[in-house]
């Protein structure tokens, strides 16, 4: 009887000392689900609509932009600026808007869908050609050959180019040449491909990784009129946006863009 008793005792207290033991595991367990949970509240976005031209000095600024903000996590959405001004205009989600041009900012300002805005950098408009070619005006295209340049209506760099061809007398001359692209990324690309002899595209587009191209023969500066002015805006009441619009007018944000070869 005596051991049936010791027995029964010792059973009975591995089931208490188990019985602790899951608890303290779920405790542990509750401990790191909470944690995790909280890290995952405390996380916040920032989405930014930004020109093509844009796409290597964004993911520069915004690692910069991310030593004093490591639980944002930034996104961007590339396009041509009038393209990613409609997608605003629309509803599309956006905080900031970072233009190639004024106007789209300035059009969104107009129907209170932008605010905050400051022109953060300016650019230069360049022809390209073939890096086998000779040539050195649009003059000297023949018969079946090609221009590229940005569609005009939705690609700041595409008014630019019609802009600095009917200024020079050469639009009537050229016309029948044109095809459009989307943005300036692929306008360098149907150049670098062969599918267009000539382009117009930013001079800052011939850089990757701080690198000059050798795809494309950079034959010259459209000399405009007036200078290429980039402009942003805060599109959401987001304090984050309103921070990246700070960050912008630092001289880290200025010294990063200077270093991807655009003017400040």
């Keep these: 009887m005596k051991l049936k008793h010791f027995m029964a005792v010792i059973a009975t207290l591995v089931i208490i000392l188990a019985g602790c033991s899951n608890s303290g595991s779920n405790d542990s367990g509750n401990k790191s689900s909470d944690s995790s949970k909280k890290d995952s509240d405390n996380k916040q976005e920032l989405q930014i609509s930004a020109a093509a031209s844009l796409g290597d000095v964004s993911k520069a600024l915004e690692k910069e932009f991310k030593k004093d903000h490591k639980n944002v996590d930034v996104s961007f959405n590339y396009g041509g600026s009038g393209a990613l001004r409609q997608q605003i205009e629309k509803g599309a989600p956006a905080d900031v808007f970072m233009s190639a041009n004024t106007k789209d900012v300035d059009m969104l300002k107009d129907k209170d869908k932008a605010h905050d805005t400051y022109k953060y950098a300016h650019n230069k408009l360049v022809l390209v050609g073939d890096k086998n070619s000779d040539k050195t005006s649009v003059k000297d295209l023949e018969d079946n050959e090609k221009l590229a340049i940005g569609e005009v209506k939705t690609v700041p760099a595409g008014k630019y180019a019609k802009q600095y061809l009917e200024d020079q007398g050469l639009y009537n001359d050229v016309k029948d040449h044109l095809v459009y692209a989307k943005d300036v990324k692929q306008v360098l690309n149907y150049v670098e491909k062969g599918n267009a002899e000539m382009g117009f595209v930013y001079e800052t587009d011939l850089y990757t990784d ?46 990063i863009l200077k270093e991807y070869h655009f003017e400040v």
């Design 210 to 255: 701080n690198k000059k191209t050798d795809k494309v023969n950079e034959i010259k500066e459209a000399e405009l009129k007036k200078p290429i002015t980039y402009e942003a805006g805060a599109t959401s009441d987001k304090k984050l946006a309103k921070e990246w619009m700070d960050f912008l007018k630092s001289d880290k944000a200025k010294d």
